[in-house]
C-alpha cells in the first residue's frame, strides 16, 4: 500500500518539480489554499518549481524561492506601476510576465462619480485578486471586506527591488529581525510588495538609506545574523 503525502514532512524542506507535497483525500472537510509553485491534480498536490514548501496558518501552502521574476498568485500583496489609464482600469507593472489591471472601483466605496485619478509612475499598493493562467491578473485597492486597510497611492518615499524571496521574508511572521531591530530605534513607513518590491519612508534620507541596505544585505544571512547586523549599523549611527 503507497503511504500518502504528509504535509508536515515536507514543510520547510527543499522540493523540486514533480514532488507530490499534498494527499487532500487526507483533508476531511478542510479547505486548502493553494500559493506559487503548488499545482493540484486530482487529490494529489504536486510541485511546479524548485524553492522551500512553506505553511502559514490556517491552511495555506506555497513553494517559496529566491528569483527576479514575480509570478503572480491570488491574495499576494503587491506593489505595482501605473503604466497606463483606461477608461474603466488602469494598467499596472507587478513584475509578473503580463501587466495586470486594477478597476477604477476596485477602491473603498468606489463609484462612477469619486474615480481616483493616478498619472503615469504612480506607486500604487494592491492585492491581486485574481491571477488565472494566460490571463492578466487582477488587482483592488481594497481588502476582502472592500475596506481600504492600508492599501492605494504610496507618496513619495523610495522603492527598490528585490527578489521574490526576500519579500517573502520581510513579510513573514514573527517580524523579521532586521526589520525588528531597526524598529526599535528608527522610525520609518514601510510596505512589502510580494513581487519583490519594498516601499521605505522616513522623515531622515539617511533612515532610509540605513535600512534600505540592510534589507538588502540581509538575504542569505540567518536570524542570529541579521540581528547582528542590524545591531552594528545602529551603533554606526549614534
Known sequence: MEAKASPASFVDKIVVPGDVVLDLSSFTNQTIKLGGGLRQDCDAISVMKAGKL???????????????????CA????????VDCKADNFIVDIKGPATAFLPVLAFEGGTRRNIPKFEVGA???????????????ELSCTDASGKAVEFGLLKDGFMFETSTGLSRMLRSSP?????????KQLSFEIAIGLNGRVWLNADS??????????????????????????????QRIK
Open 75 to 82: 491574495e499576494d500583496t503587491v506593489l505595482g506601476i501605473v
Open 123 to 137: 506607486l500604487l499598493y494592491a492585492r491581486v485578486v485574481k491571477a488565472n493562467p494566460g490571463m492578466n491578473p
Open 175 to 183: 517580524t523579521c529581525p532586521v526589520l525588528e531591530e531597526l524598529g
Open 205 to 234: 534620507p539617511s533612515t532610509v538609506v540605513v535600512v534600505s541596505n540592510a534589507i538588502m544585505n540581509s538575504e542569505s544571512l540567518s536570524e542570529v545574523q541579521q540581528k547582528i547586523m542590524a545591531e552594528k549599523l545602529l
Open 54 to 72: 512553506q505553511f502559514s496558518k490556517p491552511n495555506k501552502y506555497w513553494v517559496e524561492s529566491s528569483q527576479k521574476r514575480y509570478v503572480p
